[in-house]
């Protein structure tokens, strides 16, 4: 009676093993680290480079405590302290320039031999850093949706051959004006069949004659906005990762705001730089025939041309029409321009974008380019009454005018930019994308590193002052059971930090809370059992059989519990946001890993001292 099969304690053992070893590296402390990536495929980080941060470093009088290569594509240089890792950083940022991004980190101080396994994650409310809640400006995505579809509507009827007299906004609606009712009629049976499920097309006469007006459909409009943000939130996490920032946290949170976190980040003035800025370039012709002090002095804009400010502040008149636009880009750099040594950006064109480039710059060898610059910022005021007012100021500025020697197609380079790190910037912002609508921030909060650590120190005093108290109950009130049950609680702490480690979770201050109410309720369900093992030695029965009728009867009321706990676990992880979701993956591991041990786990000890063929006459329970 109470035996295991053997294969059942080679199943605990290999999990205590295991557990122990994958909790193993998170014992270890973490070190001041430098870590750096590459920016490109094409640039890879080879022994080369490693030889040239080594270099650098030695140059600078900076020691070193090691070098770690991961894949061809990170390295992670650890220090003994900040003001160390500090320098280095500013040291390899400048020896390597752009290609390569320069983040500071935090490395765990594991063994060689232990560097395959990693520990946890730390939150930012552990870890420090800076948070930030942005929103998405959807008016402004409606409104590119507007722009995009009334272009489309002139490209469409002119390929239709069908005449009409302009088309021009109104409110939220499309009006398209024709001459007649004939050819209103001729183009809407034309166009709704191109636009059958995103537009709705009502017939209207106004003043000028018959009219089309097109309306987005309800559905274009949901499905532009959940557009919007999810290419919002893929490109903000590619400016993130060209930050070179270590573990960053991006989410949905609702249908117009997004979350980003960045640990270790301490100075969010270049985050909010980066991540709040649309920026894009547009290339056009430059119109020589005319003269643009004259047209900025009298207000009057020859057909067909835009005035526009170079950087020096002069005029420029440029086409209306449109070469290419950054949609196209698919990869810049910066660098310096050989012939003058001036910072420059080297971008990259898709095949169409490439197509499209060719065509147009081939068809005007020996005429005047100019690059404008784009930039949207959207800044957030409060007002006294505890409102908000969004303001988007949107700048456009010529940074390059040059003249067309030759046929341009998939590589070629812009000048004209201030400094070195205007051109890094503004290749970041163009190898990341465009935000598909303006984004501002709503919240921002900076955690410092010395916060972070006393966040640490209260939660781990918070876990051993818990995890002592209810050690001390169960070895005072139910001796060596309770001994077994405080071996099992151990051994459960230590499956809940192997879990986290190996599922990469990050944990907060809410997943410390978790791990708390898992020690006391890890210890719930050994109680149940004792107390059931009691009563049916109350009854008479003999210690083998009470404590086999203990573990079979209690299992369906600790099933019962957890498995109702664990529900609701999962209903807050499915549902809530980031804290809750750390509180939640915690509790839900803790309720797995807590069933084990204190039914199985126990069960096998408990087995080895009182089970087989002794002859028990009292339980010290």
């Known amino acids: 009676m109470n035996r295991y099969p053997m294969w059942k304690y080679i199943i605990i053992i290999v999990v205590m093993l295991g557990g122990l070893i994958l909790a193993l590296p998170n014992i270890y402390p973490s070190q001041p680290a430098v870590q750096v990536t590459s920016s490109s495929p094409d640039f890879p980080l080879d022994a080369s480079v490693l030889q040239q941060i080594k270099d650098t470093l030695t140059e600078n009088g900076i020691a070193v405590e090691d070098t770690q290569s991961i894949d061809n594509s990170k390295a992670l240089i650890r220090f003994d302290s900040p003001d160390t890792q500090l320098a280095a950083a500013d040291a390899i940022k400048t020896s390597l320039g752009s290609k390569y991004n320069t983040a500071l980190n935090l490395a765990p101080a594991t063994p060689n031999w232990l560097r395959s396994l990693k520990p946890m994650n730390l939150g930012l409310d552990l870890r420090g850093g800076v948070h930030f809640l942005m929103e998405v400006d959807m008016k ?60 709705d097309f009502e017939d209207e006469e106004t003043a000028k004659g018959a009219a089309l007006k097109a309306t987005l459909t309800q559905n ?84 067909g041309d835009k005035l526009f400010v170079e950087r020096n502040g002069n005029p420029i008149l440029l086409k209306s029409r449109v070469m290419l636009t950054g949609d196209y880009i698919t990869d810049a750099s910066s660098g310096f321009d050989q012939r003058d040594q001036r910072p420059s950006v080297t971008i990259v064109l898709d095949g169409k974008g490439a197509k499209l480039f060719a065509k147009s710059t081939g068809a005007n060898v020996q005429k005047l380019m100019g690059v404008v610059f784009i930039e949207h910022k959207t800044v957030v005021t409060k007002q006294d009454d505890g409102t908000f007012t969004k303001n988007t100021k949107v700048s456009r500025e010529v940074i ?25 910037n503004l290749a970041l912002l163009l190898r990341a994308g465009a935000l598909a609508a303006p984004v501002y921030i709503v919240e921002e909060r900076t955690i410092g590193p010395s916060l972070g650590a006393d966040n640490i120190s209260a939660g781990f005093k918070s876990v051993i002052i818990g995890f002592v108290l209810v050690l001390i109950f169960m070895a005072f009130y139910y001796r060596v059971f309770g001994l077994v049950a405080n071996l099992a609680l151990t051994l459960n702490l230590v499956l809940i930090v192997a879990a986290l480690s190996m599922l990469q979770a990050t944990l907060t201050l809410p997943g410390i809370a978790g791990i708390v109410l898992t020690v006391g309720m890890a210890v719930d369900a050994n109680v149940l059992i004792y107390e059931r093992i009691k009563e049916e030695l109350r009854n008479g029965l003999t210690p083998q059989a009470a404590i086999q009728s203990g573990y079979e009867k209690a299992f369906s009321t600790i099933a019962d519990a957890n498995i109702t706990t664990l529900i609701a676990a999962i209903v807050l992880y499915g549902m809530g946001t980031g804290p809750i979701k750390g509180f939640a993956i915690t509790l839900a591991i803790g309720i797995v890993s807590s069933m084990f041990t204190a039914i199985m786990g126990t069960r096998s000890v408990i087995n080895l001292i009182y089970g087989g063929k002794k002859r028990l006459k009292k339980l010290h329970i």
């Open 220 to 303: 274009n409009i949901n499905n532009t906005k959940r557009f919007a943000l999810q290419q919002n939130i893929t490109t903000l996490r590619k400016r993130v990762n060209e930050l070179g920032v270590s573990e960053p946290i991006i989410q949905q949170q609702g249908l117009e705001r997004i979350v980003v976190q960045l640990p270790g980040v301490q100075d969010p003035s270049v985050a909010k730089e980066i991540l709040g800025t649309t920026a894009t370039l547009e290339f056009r012709l430059v119109d020589e025939g005319n003269d643009p002090y004259s047209a900025q002095a009298s207000g009057r804009i020859p057909v």
């Open 400 to 424: 390059n005018v040059a003249r067309i020697q030759e046929q341009l197609s998939k590589r070629f380079q812009i000048t004209g930019l201030d400094t070195p790190q205007e051109a890094y």
């Open 140 to 199: 402004s995505a409606i409104d590119k949706s507007l722009t995009r579809h009334s272009e489309e509507f002139r490209t469409f009827l002119r390929e239709k051959k069908i005449s009409y007299l302009g088309v021009k906004r109104v409110a939220d609606d499309l009006i398209i004006q024709f001459k007649t009712a004939e050819l209103r009629d001729q183009a809407r049976r034309e166009i709704r069949g191109e636009y059958r499920n995103e537009i």
